[in-house]
DNA sequence: CAATTAATTGTCAAATGTACAATTATTAAT
DNA sequence: ATTAATAATTGTACATTTGACAATTAATTG
């Protein structure tokens, strides 16, 4: 006779978180949501949703990262899986932890009024449900261990940028400063940044060159090992 | 009206699989099992098993590993969660993927007679079931990336070793060859190893010394960012 | 004691990292 | 028109790390 499911195993409920983070220029920020449902209803919560029949984890992350941004193809990496058996005090639920990175401009307001969504400042983070709190913790580290070697911190940027908006960037995910004269030394001598003619006049007198990415570049590097922060700091 | 769960929601299996490295002082090595139930029963498999109630992921890889080895306390890290729906065609199992770093001396052989467990060079790794061969994938790829920047490799190793071996092992893990005069250079500068006066005459006239762990700088400099491998290469 | 084998040790040039300040472009005020 | 103010842009010298490369040493064997 043939077998038709695994007997006596309990099964239990898999959903999605996902930390998006986006930069304003200025701050690195997350976006949360007020949970609608019970229980914790009306609490602040990262956004997410419970695995669908038939769906993947990395495309359950993808469906509800787009219900609260209007977003597609953004950049989505899973973080961890999140097991504790009470971490839900109403039901056993796992959750696939994702974290996504966002061009903030390009994100589409009146999706995210539906959720009661807010960007906060990543220094000043309310009181979250459950473990959300321990995700971010994470998902930050992560970014930082990512953003060492890799030039992802380009994806929280628009298409133009300038050079001190990047410094800013990397200074808010390090919450260090860094040398200008070393900094810009070491984005320019990796090759992915195009200069434009035009400059960005707000918040200074001289203005500011703005850059593109050498997108061929980019996806071509983008694995390859390159070293945008001297010392990353103690990150596991 | 209290809720008492998530109604119309789809539970799933959830298990843990573990890919598991070992050294015997020349190769690195996997150890596999054979599955012991339907479907798939007797091919080979990375050992596994069924999140229990009450019980976390980690605990869970702990539990399964113990089973496999006899052994506690050992080096596991969470590798990735696989969700793909059809995943295993009997039923929708989630797995969380650990990797455990173990002293293959210490591993107890009689427990691994009962899963019929063999250790398999990683360049000679058999058909596997489902996705297991993608898992073991992803773990070398991340002990690649680890072992770059963290001394996570010694964990592999018995109490005491000897420079060669150790450069075996990292020539091993990279499947490339290094020069002896730095790579001996480098591993010594981070003080984490304690010359000892006995050799290993084991493979060579001369005799190699053996080197111990420092413990304690161990335990400390784990996190911190020293450079093990000049290019890990494109790792992502 | 000579031959063999593998471990151990050293040097120099090139690349990279680090610390540090003067100059330039633009706007606003006098 | 000149000056003052502001922030962007650019350069240099020194220290450290890396990478390429070969001779010497310790033990065993015939």
Redesign the interface.
């Known amino acids: 006779m043939e077998?038709?499911?695994?007997n006596r195993?309990?099964?239990?409920?898999?959903a999605v978180d996902c930390i998006i983070f986006g930069f304003d220029g200025q701050q690195l920020k997350l976006l949360l949501i007020k949970r609608g449902f019970?229980?914790e209803q009306g609490r602040w919560s990262l956004m997410g949703g419970?695995?669908?029949?038939?769906?993947?984890?990395?495309s359950s992350a993808q469906r509800v990262l787009k219900q609260l941004t209007g977003l597609e193809n953004v950049y989505l990496e899973?973080l961890?899986?999140f097991?504790?058996?009470h971490r839900d005090p109403?039901?056993?639920?796992?959750s696939?932890a994702y974290f996504a990175l966002i061009d903030i401009s390009k994100y589409e307001k009146q999706l995210s009024s539906e959720y009661h969504a807010e960007w906060f400042s990543l220094k000043n983070i309310p009181s979250l449900i459950f473990d959300h709190k321990e995700m971010i913790r994470m998902a930050k580290e992560k970014l930082r261990y990512k953003a060492a070697f890799?030039p992802v911190l380009f994806e929280l940027l628009p298409a133009k940028f300038t050079l001190p908006q990047l410094q800013n960037l990397y200074e808010g995910v390090y919450e260090s400063m860094m040398d200008k004269r070393n900094f810009s030394r070491k984005i320019l001598s990796t090759g992915l940044l195009i200069k434009q003619k035009q400059k960005d006049k707000e918040g200074s007198k001289k203005g500011a060159f703005y850059y593109k990415l050498d997108k061929k570049k980019y996806r071509h590097l983008f694995?390859?090992?390159l070293k945008f922060v001297p010392?990353?700091?103690?990150?596991?």
Chains 1, 2 share one sequence.
Not at 50 to 58: A, D, L
Not at 90 to 94: F, I, M, P, S
Not at 231 to 236: E, L
Request: cysteine-free; proline content about 9%.
């Open positions: 077998l038709k499911r695994y195993q309990n099964r239990m409920l898999v019970e229980p419970f695995v669908q029949p038939g769906e993947s984890f990395e899973q961890y899986a097991g504790d058996p109403l039901e056993r639920t796992a696939i890799h694995n390859a090992f010392d990353p700091g103690n990150i596991k």
